[in-house]
């Protein structure tokens, strides 16, 4: 069964700052790692991801994750925040093996103060 | 490429009453999802489609809901005799299927039964 935690619910950080989500999965395989972005009442944005290769992947917005095998996690990080990163993420988890059906982690409620 | 369309937007019926979504996947992507998202938590994987073929519907989709995908373009989702339970963002995503390929998201399709 496949599986993601995220188990931050909500991040408050000022703006300019760094900012990190946690992110630990569960995969029989070699797992396909994602992380979207969601503004209020909207769809999922892909962020960036990671099928294979270097494990250090940079997605858009200045985004970037860090896959580590041995830990079973796929970290978000941005090195400064903007106002604009206020937003609701989500790690997910899939692969070819299950034809690339997504499992989502709860999300990450992330709050920028000025 | 206009991206993933659903429509409608928002959808506020009575319960018991029927309800239909449409999601246009951008084109010539052969595989289209659906998926579930409830105030709080990620979204939950409903069904799938390979083309026209209906590959796998998950335990979450009861006998009440059918979705369709006529001539592998299209796709649409019903819910018969709505439940309040029933509220929420229902996504579609479209990919091209094929090894290393991302799902797209539409902007979702909010349903509240009152």
């Known amino acids: 069964a496949q599986s993601v935690t995220q188990p931050d619910i909500h991040i408050t950080v000022s703006e300019g700052a760094s900012l990190e989500l946690r992110c630990n999965y569960s995969y029989g395989a070699t797992p396909y790692l994602f992380w979207y972005v969601q503004s209020p009442g909207q769809g999922l944005q892909l962020l960036l991801k990671y099928f294979s290769g270097d494990t250090l992947v940079q997605g858009i917005k200045g985004f970037e994750a860090e896959f580590k095998r041995s830990q079973s996690s796929f970290n978000l990080r941005k090195p400064s925040v903007h106002w604009s990163d206020a937003a609701e993420y989500f790690c997910a988890v899939g692969g070819p093996e299950n034809d690339y059906k997504l499992s989502f982690g709860a999300g990450t409620t992330v709050t920028v103060r000025a | 490429d206009t991206g993933v369309s659903q429509d409608p937007r928002h959808k506020i019926t009575k319960r018991g009453q029927n309800v239909t979504f449409r999601c246009d996947p951008i084109?010539?992507?052969?595989?289209l999802y659906w998926y579930r998202q409830t105030l709080g938590q990620g979204p939950e994987f409903l069904t799938y489609f390979q083309n026209e073929a209906q590959l796998e519907k998950s335990r979450l989709l009861s006998d009440r809901f059918s979705a369709e995908r006529p001539k592998g373009s299209f796709s649409t989702l019903e819910i018969q005799r709505t439940e309040q339970g029933d509220s929420a963002m229902y996504l579609c995503?479209?990919?091209?299927?094929?090894?290393?390929?991302?799902?797209?998201f539409g902007q979702g399709t909010r349903l509240t039964v009152v």
């Open positions: 995503a479209s990919s091209q299927g094929g090894v290393d390929t991302e799902a797209f």
């Open positions: 084109s010539e992507h052969n595989r």
